[in-house]
């Protein structure tokens, strides 16, 4: 009887920091950043979690509220009728930073990229929209290239190492480097690249080609 009013006293103390400590990160976040935050520092005593396949729809909930095609072309400033020499390309996925793996061993961050390509008869525009989960900071950007200026479109896989979280007794926990592969598009052009990661795209191949097709005829034209 003794061990189990001592267990009981030491799991409480345990729910008790765990939910203060949660607690003083979430403190002036929005709803949607304290969500991330319990998803990915709450432990097994921070109840109301997200699951990995939660934390997902999670983002593709935050990101269609943020209409970023609409955005990109606001910033161009032109309209989509002027961009359809191609149709427009769409990248995105988790970041490399602060990656991670989940309990069902894929590689996510609290970092998101996302990219729109659009394309007229003479260049390709882009617009880049980063953002944290578990805050306010992002990065929105544009460029422009001549068709004549860009090298290449390319895709790649690199290894990058992540944390992998695992629980110990009384929920403790104990972070586990790995190595996972890291999928991102490049856009080329002489003394500059641009990057995004495209670890939720599909199709890649397919529109990277379409891509590369439409580069080979202006180079040739």
């Not at 765990?18 to 109840?47: P, W």
Request: glycine content about 6%.
């Amino acid at each position: 009887m003794g061990v189990i009013i001592i267990v009981l006293i030491v799991v409480g103390f345990l729910w008790l920091k765990a939910n203060m400590e949660i607690s003083k990160l979430c403190k002036g976040k929005t709803e949607d950043q304290k969500k991330v935050i319990k998803y990915r520092h709450g432990g097994v005593f921070v109840l109301g979690k997200m699951t990995d396949a939660d934390y997902d729809q999670h983002v593709q909930n935050v990101i269609a509220k943020l209409n970023t095609k609409q955005r990109a072309l606001n910033k161009i400033g032109l309209d989509e009728d002027q961009l359809r020499e191609i149709d427009p390309v769409f990248f995105e996925g988790y970041s490399s930073e602060n990656a991670f793996v989940g309990k069902d061993d894929k590689l996510r961050s609290t970092k998101y990229e996302t990219a729109w390509l659009f394309f007229s008869d003479t260049q390709v525009y882009m617009y880049s929209y980063k953002m944290d989960m578990m805050s306010d900071d992002k990065k929105e950007s544009t460029e422009e290239y001549f068709y004549k200026d860009i090298t290449n479109f390319s895709t790649s896989a690199e290894t990058i190492e992540a944390f992998k979280t695992k629980t110990g007794c009384f929920g403790s926990s104990e972070k586990e480097k790995v190595n996972r592969e890291f999928s991102n598009f490049g856009l080329i052009v002489p003394g500059d690249k641009f990057r995004c990661s495209t670890s939720n795209v599909k199709n890649l191949d397919q529109s990277v080609n379409a891509m590369k097709q439409k580069l080979r005829e202006k180079k040739n034209a």
